[in-house]
């Protein structure tokens, strides 16, 4: 069992201490000057010019790229399988539009708006409301939901107040973001006379973690969005509602000013979901849209989520990724491949089901077929263990003979080969060279397989037809997962060494 931070002997770690005082001294001094950069410079975007990619780029790329953050209804992980409202809304447009979805969470110091317009990302779906500040580096779609800003105190405050005036004559410090829409509409009620005590925190502290801090009376007031707050308080205790300071603010997701036709597209899809009646203008609701709302905002299904949901902050240590984390690391270590790709592969094949088995016969979690195992009884290819080695060691195998090319088509070849079998990609190969294309290059043998679905090209084939676009999509979202993986990661163990680092200076 790992020891907490906190069950270390002082003793043991005064040595380290003085080997490392000065880096931790000038770490804290350092996080210290980001926090301050970070209050100070509002949504301190860096790329104004967007690159040229609309739906044409990204239709042609294959691959939708969804910047969010890591939440209880933006995007979050449970046992490896993604989940989150802004996730699930997304993914409903890239599935009709045939497109494989990669997320992009907002990492630490890191600017969604420059990912987005440098483009690292094609879309902000963060529970964006649409203020004027925004508007000047990005473009919304149309609204798909309306918010109402609220005050939210901890329920340390004896009677919290209940009118803004109340709030302004108690000169209880209300703490946001300066780069959120919350501190908008509190200058502006500045502005309008209530004399609003304004505590700015840290860009990089999302709503869902300064109301986790609130709920722990680290701050006595925040601001956050009605939805968010009767999301997180499913799972946390010690939030009160207090008055409302802004109705109806519409919701959307952020694109580039330059892509219209994503736009367009966009708009299209969120009408049939979500759009004004003619009655005084009350909004009408898909029934997915509905769904959503009452599995992530609202009702026992909200209940279900809540159970399930861990911030990064609570993850390490538990199980980052899934229940097989470690079962997974120790059978990947020692076959000398990267754990996280051996997970991705199998939230890919049956979202970490040991139980499962295809049509085609293949079993337990990595989807072994039995024919190619060298376990003969395939009852035994159910054990979580034994399937694991079994998948390991084909993987394996793919990756030794695609062992002359570098990582990244080394693995997407791999994994082609682990989903279509390796006749199929050998076909698409030659396929390629008889378009004098590279044979070792991925992108070439992507659009091999595709061909592959036409009969012109198959009936030359040696193995005939193949669902390439099944193969093709297999392995962007495997490798996509597989990035979306490293990031937790990163964040989990950033939480980590934060907690450690805040130890230290404690102990100093």
Not at 211 to 229: G, K, P, Y
Not at 257 to 276: G, Q, W
Request: with cysteine; hydrophobic share 35%; proline share 4%.
């Amino acid at each position: 069992m790992n020891a907490k931070p906190h069950e270390f002997s002082r003793n043991l770690l005064i040595p380290a201490l003085v080997a490392v005082g000065i880096t931790v001294s000038t770490c804290t001094q350092q996080q210290e000057e980001i926090v301050e950069q970070n209050i100070d410079q509002g949504l301190n975007v860096s790329v104004t010019e967007p690159v040229e990619r609309d739906y044409e780029e990204i239709k042609n790329s294959g691959v939708l790229r969804m910047i969010t953050n890591y939440s209880s209804n933006t995007y979050f992980l449970h046992q490896g399988i993604e989940r989150g409202f802004e996730y699930e809304m997304v993914r409903e447009f890239a599935n009709e539009h045939d497109l494989a979805l990669e997320v992009v969470i907002v990492g630490p110091n890191q600017n969604p708006y420059d990912l987005l317009n440098s483009g690292a990302g094609d879309l902000i779906a963060a529970n964006y409301t649409i203020t004027p500040e925004r508007k000047q580096y990005v473009k919304f779609t149309r609204p798909y939901n309306l918010v109402n800003q609220l005050i939210i105190f901890s329920d340390d405050i004896e009677n919290p107040p209940s009118t803004l005036e109340a709030l302004a004559e108690r000169n209880i410090p209300i703490t946001v973001r300066r780069n959120s829409s919350y501190y908008s509409r509190l200058q502006e009620l500045q502005q309008n006379g209530y004399d609003l005590n304004i505590r700015l925190t840290s860009s990089d502290m999302d709503t869902e973690s300064l109301l986790f801090e609130i709920s722990r009376d680290e701050h006595q007031a925040t601001v956050a969005d009605n939805n968010m707050f009767q999301a997180s308080g499913t799972y946390m205790n010690g939030l009160v509602k207090g008055p409302t300071i802004a109705r109806n603010d519409t919701i959307a997701w952020a694109i580039r000013n330059n892509a219209s036709d994503l736009e367009t597209r966009l708009n299209r899809f969120l009408y049939k979901h979500f759009r004004f009646g003619a009655q005084e203008g009350q909004p009408k609701r898909s029934t997915f849209l509905n769904v959503l709302r009452k599995r992530y905002f609202g009702g026992g299904q909200a209940q279900q989520v809540a159970s399930i949901y861990r911030p990064v902050s609570e993850i390490e240590g538990t199980g980052i990724i899934s229940p097989y984390d470690d079962l997974i690391k120790s059978v990947a270590d020692s076959a000398g491949v990267d754990w996280l790709m051996i997970a991705s592969i199998i939230a890919q094949e049956t979202k970490f089901n040991p139980n499962s088995k295809s049509w085609a016969g293949a079993v337990g979690l990595m989807q072994v077929m039995p024919q190619f195992s060298q376990v003969e009884n395939e009852q035994l290819l159910y054990d979580a263990e034994i399937n694991l080695r079994e998948g390991v060691r084909i993987i394996t195998e793919h990756l030794r003979h695609y062992s002359y090319l570098d990582s990244l088509n080394q693995w997407a070849l791999a994994l082609a080969t682990y989903n279509a079998g390796p006749g199929h990609v050998a076909d698409a190969r030659r396929l390629a060279i008889d378009h004098n294309k590279n044979p070792n290059e991925w992108e070439n043998v992507s659009d091999a397989l595709l061909k592959l679905m036409q009969r012109k090209y198959y009936k030359d084939a040696r193995f005939g037809f193949c669902r390439g676009i099944e193969t093709v999509r297999y392995v962007k979202e495997v490798m996509n997962r597989h990035q979306t993986y490293e990031t937790i990661l990163a964040m989990a163990e950033r939480k980590n060494l934060n907690q450690q680092l805040g130890m230290v200076n404690t102990i100093q």
